[in-house]
């Protein structure tokens, strides 16, 4: 019996200007019916790109398929070349008999159609179903990827809708034709740890009720040990190894692969350098290794920066004719708490529990209900314009996600110095040109980049840049805001590497928002715990992440991938 999915010798290249990258190098690759194969790299790596050529989804130009052939057997006897397949034949193919459920949901599904009738669309477009029954199909697959109310969920439009129930509706529209193959594409990334566990036993118990082939495409290997049977790892378009799960992670071969697996928070004690790829592929690159000293830090218990009493924050949800609030929703509900000098404190919990909106009350970006934020003795909520343009330089943010928090039309030089023109702090260019130099020194990043705009970097590097201009103004208490959620883990651990001689360095107090509690831990003297608007659960981080006390706190540690 033929495979489900042959791919041979593939090579993709991408054509610019004067220049072709060699997106995809000779890959070779064999899916069966029943398997999930684990397509694993960083950003760039060619994964995405060997997973889009399966469908023909690449653009023609810039993309080129050099030479290889993309094999497809539905019936295990005669195979179909996709690449040389005609566009009506690809029509029948695509979401039919091979589906992809994409990465990012909110861009993925339309904003103008109820979800129910882009799940619904699939089905009528490929079955010989009646408008009646292509709905009550539609209900039953809401139904299957466990969504709540998939009646009232068939009409709603995807932004009434969370980030895990997104994606599910994605798997649903993926798999309502029943397809032999599943190509998913970071499909947990940036979502929470509970969410993503959640999903990945989604995906594994429809892969086994329809014996389907799946191909898995993730940069976390944590992922990789809960989902998958085949593991190929790719490292700039090259397959540097390949083998089954266990074999990967009880004998990794290639230094690669030994990274990937070495680089997340969970395997390192706190303080700790995290080690990095390029201290793998070459031992005698500078950088962080795993033998350096655990940084530490002095935190002065007995001095808080930050104070917070009793803080509600509420926002106005439906309100009447003449504009008076009739309904409202508290997205943080009666907190304390208190951040000393020099200290990290963690906050962890899963989306719409409150952590951002609480992050945006200390940096006065949201307006409490009730309550009071009290910074180096100032209630931030009584402070004057002069007073609040003071506070704006001494308390700053770095943003979730570096692509949409950089303006794409100015350079990077430029965007790092506009708080300095804005605040006044330099006033002539070539005093701000030197300070933008030094601040990407800092980040670790070449100051003859500053020239560059942000489309011309990697994700981790852009996250250096949005760190850099957060330091712009000298703050004293920084709010990392999920800095490091949708980034690749070998990113991740160099960002994490950052902030942490940063923190030794300039002596920062710092408010760690994130999902990941393992993260968390690594980053936090103190953790706090937040679910529903509410701090269930705090103490210092590793009594809180060893030994847990409440039940929602023991779930979130339970959810994280374990290696």
């Known amino acids: 019996m033929l495979p489900l999915l042959r791919i041979e010798n593939l090579s993709v290249d991408f054509h610019s200007q004067n220049q072709t990258t060699n997106a995809v190098k000779n890959l070779s690759l064999q899916v069966n019916r029943g398997q999930i194969v684990a397509l694993v790299g960083e950003s760039g790596s060619g994964k995405s790109v060997s997973a889009l050529s399966i469908l023909q989804l690449l653009p023609q130009p810039p993309a080129q398929y050099a030479s290889g052939k993309i094999l497809f057997s539905e019936d295990g006897v005669t195979e179909q070349d996709i690449l040389t397949a005609s566009a009506a034949k690809l029509r029948q193919i695509r979401g039919n008999k091979i589906s992809m459920i994409f990465q990012e949901p909110m861009t993925s599904l339309n904003p103008v159609f109820t979800c129910g009738n882009q799940v619904m669309e699939a089905l009528l477009a490929h079955k010989k179903l009646s408008a009646t029954e292509a709905k009550k199909q539609t209900t039953e697959w809401l139904q299957k990827v466990k969504l709540p109310e998939p009646e009232k969920i068939f009409y709603r439009y995807p932004h009434q809708l969370s980030g895990g129930q997104k994606q599910r509706v994605m798997i649903a529209m993926a798999m309502c034709c029943q397809p032999s193959l599943l190509i998913c594409d970071e499909p947990t990334t940036a979502l929470d740890v509970t969410v993503q566990k959640t999903i990945l036993l989604l995906i594994k118990e429809l892969q086994q009720e329809q014996n389907m082939g799946v191909v898995f495409i993730t940069h976390d290997l944590g992922v990789v040990k809960e989902i998958a049977d085949k593991v190929v790892i790719m490292l700039k378009g090259d397959v540097v190894e390949e083998g089954n799960t266990d074999t990967i992670f009880l004998n990794a071969k290639h230094p690669y692969t030994k990274a990937l697996i070495a680089c997340r928070p969970a395997l390192h004690p706190k303080g700790q350098p995290l080690p990095v790829v390029a201290n793998f592929l070459d031992p005698k690159a500078p950088g962080q290794n795993n033998s350096v000293a655990p940084i530490k830090k002095t935190v002065v218990y007995d001095r808080p920066v930050v104070e917070v009493k009793n803080v509600t924050?509420?926002?106005?949800?439906?309100?009447?004719?003449?504009?008076?609030?009739?309904?409202?929703?508290?997205?943080?509900?009666?907190?304390?708490?208190?951040?000393?000098?020099?200290?990290?404190?963690?906050?962890?919990?899963?989306?719409?529990?409150?952590?951002?909106?609480?992050?945006?009350?200390?940096?006065?970006?949201?307006?409490?209900?009730?309550?009071?934020?009290?910074?180096?003795?100032?209630?931030?909520?009584?402070?004057?314009?002069?007073?609040?343009?003071?506070?704006?330089?001494?308390?700053?943010?770095?943003?979730?996600?570096?692509?949409?928090?950089?303006?794409?039309?100015?350079?990077?030089?430029?965007a790092i110095a506009e708080p300095m023109m804005t605040s006044h702090l330099e006033n002539r260019n070539a005093e701000r040109k030197k300070n933008v130099a030094a601040l990407l020194e800092k980040v670790n990043l070449s100051p003859s980049l500053m020239n560059r705009y942000p489309h011309e970097f990697s994700g981790g590097q852009r996250q250096r840049i949005v760190i850099a201009r957060a330091l712009a103004l000298n703050p004293q208490f920084l709010v990392c805001d999920e800095s490091v959620s949708a980034l690749d883990v070998s990113v991740q651990a160099q960002v994490l590497n950052l902030l942490n001689e940063l923190k030794k360095d300039l002596g920062l107090t710092m408010l760690f928002i994130s999902h990941d509690l393992s993260v968390v831990r690594y980053m936090s003297d103190r953790i706090m715990i937040m679910s529903k608007g509410q701090i269930i659960e705090k103490g210092f981080a590793e009594e809180v992440y060893h030994r847990p006390q409440n039940p929602y706190t023991i779930q979130l540690i339970a959810a994280i991938p374990n290696l």
């Open 313 to 414: 924050v509420q926002f106005v949800t439906k309100t009447s004719l003449f504009g008076k609030t009739q309904e409202t929703f508290t997205a943080v509900n009666n907190v304390s708490f208190e951040i000393y000098k020099g200290e990290t404190l963690g906050l962890a919990g899963e989306s719409g529990c409150g952590k951002t909106t609480l992050g945006r009350a200390l940096l006065a970006l949201a307006k409490p209900t009730s309550g009071s934020i009290v910074y180096n003795g100032q209630n931030i909520a009584t402070v004057d314009k002069q007073e609040m343009k003071q506070l704006r330089k001494e308390v700053q943010l770095v943003f979730q996600d570096p692509y949409s928090s950089l303006n794409p039309r100015l350079t990077i030089g430029d």
